[in-house]
């Protein structure tokens, strides 16, 4: 009996790492797979719960201050993350976890969030071809545990998960999560999943997750938390959600040229509702992606992808691009990419759009990267309007502490630029300076 983090956490679709009260168990078998991984693990948990889950969304400002919705929040158990969304679909593009204490630190009393760096508003993918500062949303997601100003009366928490590696090469594996209620509004949470090792990095990923009660309630903000709207919490159906996601690389299959092939699906019915995310419309996302270098100068690189949700929201992009490296220093790269993209009460961001990407780098050193770039729509339908863009960029390593990112660049949405000069005289620790004109802001 006693503080503990349950930790519960499914392949992707759903994750549980919140600090409870109560009672934990946890066994591990003494053998091992040939990888150190134990062939049977096993835990689970009980508690009744004195705080509350609270989920707050904040789309990046260009700072490095945020202010969450409670305050009074419990030690240790926030757990942050980036979002990247592509603010067209609402998908998630990339997650990535922040390490409390190196990445950010919390102000408990008072609820504040100050990150180690700036987290700008938009991101733009490694495409050659993007709006200027970047065609995708960031957010800072903080999941956390606060003390409610009337308490809880009989809130219970229930938990485990279970881990069988069969073979050497195939983990099964079961989640389950359940808070009852004195209302009856249980929230139950639960999921199956199997990963099948191809080779050192190459695997194949599967997991199917099944959400029933009223959720849990999420706030936004498109100013850092200064102004808050919250939502959830509605009562809602059972909900499914599947996942299938593999990575292969193309020399561990024995084939001659290194690279890797990747590919991702899912499928979300509306009312799927986790810690992490709340799903309003039946949506379905397939991707496909690699790149291959086909010899020491040349590598060829695509990437397919299709959203589509019953809201009537549907996007596809298709792109393809190669590398060629002229010499030690300098590199030309070349990309085509199309748009096919249907968006609901908006007939500007519906249509199709043809773009041809180049870039030339000039990099004398490691510690120097210069470059420029232009982009021109060949063909545009509907509402898409053309997307022509000229710009260039520095990166630059000027001391061991001291580095600057600088690029500007002009185009039909308007001038885009982006400068940060950052001074980081230990691992843990940066200074920066920062600016970023971003011709496409739009809320989170």
Known sequence: MGDFRTGIAGPG???????LYGVELAYQAPSVTENGDPRFSLMGYAAQLDTAAQRDILRGTGGSVYFLT???????????TVQVIDPDTGFVVDTRLLTEGIDYTVDHIQGVIILAGPLTSNTGSDDLINDGVGEFDVNLVA???YTPLGGLDDVNAFGGRAEVWATDELRLGASVMTENTPSGTDQEIASVDLRYRLGETSYAELEIARTEGPGFTRSISTDGGLTIASSGGAASEAAQAVRFTSQIDLEEMGLEYAGNVGMRYESKDAGFSTLNEDITDDQVFIGVDGEVEVSDRVALGFDAERFESDSGDEKSETELN?????NETWTIEGGLQYTDQTTVGSAD???TRTDLGLRLTYAPTDALAVYVFGQGTLEAEGGLSDD???????????????????????GDTGVAGKLQLSYAPTENNEVYLGYTLDPTRSGA
């Open 13 to 19: 679709l759903i994750n549980n790492a919140r600090d």
């Open 70 to 80: 409670r305050q009074d929040i419990t030690s240790g158990s926030p757990t942050v």
């Open 143 to 145: 999941q956390y545990e």
């Open 322 to 326: 190669a590398a060629y490296k002229i």
């Open 349 to 351: 961001d519906t249509g």
């Open 388 to 410: 022509n863009r000229l710009g260039a960029g520095v990166d630059a390593q000027i001391t061991e502490a001291v580095s600057l990112a600088a690029e500007a660049s002009d």
